[in-house]
């Protein structure tokens, strides 16, 4: 075996839950725990044996529960802590772990510290988080303290008038960030930390660890860009005191528990951050969730009236090279295709339309078999796409909203701003989870929360379950194969060699072990590709996603979304 050192979660299969949209129990339109319990057998059935479940702590839903106002309640939503205990109960009777999601860098503005803090500049909790005083502009106009955007307003702060200065937050207004250079905070966070862990979990993904650092100098940003405030993420993104917090709660929390950590790294995170934030010698994480793949459809200019949906498989190739070569002995790698943050990678890299089974198969087969530990997105696993709603109206998400109004305020053409919605929204990965083709995709006996995908009667977990053919029986097998088969280390811990780099329409790679060797071919696009690779010889398909798939490997035509694991003869 090469690669690491075995560990539970490195041999696992992640599987993360939005619980707003997953089932809906109680008949009120919104995904609870006791839905999440309801469909334990079904994740079982699949193969999976780690859930990341995204918040469920007590929370105004602002950002649906990224806005915690109590992190040691649940939302009353989703249930109780009764109910979460029976959750773990349940869970682990399956052998399935819990990884909660873990919000650091912000709380709800109605969290009990931001009220006590807003109320007088003498609050104890006041240097919770972070304040200044307003600047005077050339015209004695007051302004804000820098003029850094936030992700999801035009400014980053946010005016408290009873105290007449302004509080940061990199996310929404009502999300403002908390203060990690305040030890006191840190401890008291720290503390629930511990909580949660004791109560039986068996991990944290750490939302946004990348921007527990700021730079505390407030000076304005330089960055080129249209508008008043400048989109710098480097004035809070992988700044160097964010691991000596993360070493700090490694060491008085995380070190002492049997136990899993991935960090949500975005602000364009380099090989050389993830190695600071995870290598086996870093003592802060286990692993780190980074970005640069799932954008490489040109998504973000779908505001151009020249745009075209078209994958830049030859750049996607260079990004999956780059982390499984750089992290490959040093650290460990996540696997996956999206989150509730993108647009469903079906409607990104795939064919919902001509070839919905196909590319939904190729997409599993391309990402389970590389090195790391893969996570698959509630209905990921049966292909679901993204929501392509008519009306503004029909969208839910905070940002998406503000998105709306900046683009129509800015003079873009009403038609193209809903074509870029539709690209880009996150609420395209938060439709509800499509389990029959039932009323309301079975999700719930009331109207949900937010609109239901109208594919739902052709795309959903039933019918998948009684196809043998279906992306949902591909997906399983994959777990087969990376779980419990005679390939298990090749493929969890093998090295990984990309092959014909610059083949603009086939994504090929070799997994190696001792004794063993596996080729993975994908096309990843409707016309078929041909792919010549005569330095090796087929001993045996083991999965394919077309039934009569071809070994001749001197020249191989692959058919549209053709995707083929080989084994090698050594």
Known sequence: MTGAERKWWKEGVGYQIYPKSFCDSNGDGIGDLKGIISKLDYLAYLGINIIWLCPVYQSPMDDNGYDV????????????????????????????????????????????????????????????????????????NETEPTNWASFFTPSCWEKDE???????????????DLNWENEKMRKDLYKMVKWWLELGIDGFRVDA???????????DS??????????????????????????????????????????????????DDALLYASTSSNELDMVFTFDHCWLNNGFNSLSETWSNQTDLIELKKVFKKWQLG?????????????????????????????????????????????????????????????????????????????????????HPKELVKRHIAVTARDNARTPMQWSNEENAGFSTATPWIKVNPNYQTINVQDQINDEDSILQHYRKLIELRRFSSY??????????????????????????????????SNFFEKPAIICLPKFTAKQIILSNYKD??????????????????????
């Open 488 to 521: 298990k280390d090749v493929i969890v811990y093998g090295e990984y060699t990309q092959l014909s780099e610059n083949h603009p329409n086939v994504y090929a790679y070799l997994r190696t072990s001792n004794d063993q060797q596996l080729l993975v071919v």
């Open 209 to 219: 660890v990348a921007h527990l650092d700021r730079d505390l100098t407030f000076t």
């Open 327 to 411: 992290l490959y002995n040093k650290a460990w790698n996540p696997l996956y295709w999206l989150n509730h943050d993108h647009p469903r990678v079906m409607s990104q890299y795939g064919s919902p339309i001509h070839y919905h089974k196909e590319s939904g198969k190729m997409l599993a087969t391309s990402l389970f078999m590389m090195w790391g530990t893969p996570f698959i997105y509630n209905g990921e696993e049966i292909g679901m796409t993204n929501a392509n709603y008519e009306n503004f109206e029909d969208y839910r998400d905070v940002s998406v909203l503000e998105s709306i109004d900046l683009l129509l305020q800015a003079g």
């Open 69 to 140: 106002s109590d992190y040691y309640q649940i939302a009353q939503e989703f249930g109780t802590i009764e109910e979460f205990k029976q959750l773990l109960e349940e869970a682990k009777k399956r052998d399935i772990k819990i990884v909660m999601d873990l919000v650091l860098n912000h709380t709800s503005d109605e969290h009990p510290w931001f009220v006590e803090a807003r109320k007088s500049v003498d609050s104890p909790y006041r240097d919770y988080y972070i304040w200044q005083k307003g600047k005077v502009d050339e015209f004695g």
């Open 222 to 271: 330089t960055l080129e860009s249209d508008g008043r405030y400048k989109p710098d993420w480097s004035k809070f993104s992988n700044l160097p005191k964010v691991h000596d917090y993360l070493k700090e709660l490694n060491q008085e929390v995380f070190s002492n528990y049997d136990m899993f950590t991935v960090g949500e790294v975005g602000g364009g995170a380099s090989v």
């Open 162 to 176: 009873a105290t007449n200065e302004y509080y940061m937050h990199i996310f929404s207004r009502k999300m403002p």
């Open 549 to 570: 798939s071809s070994m001749q490997l001197s020249c191989l035509t692959l058919r549209p979304f053709e995707s083929i694991i080989f084994e090698l003869e050594k």
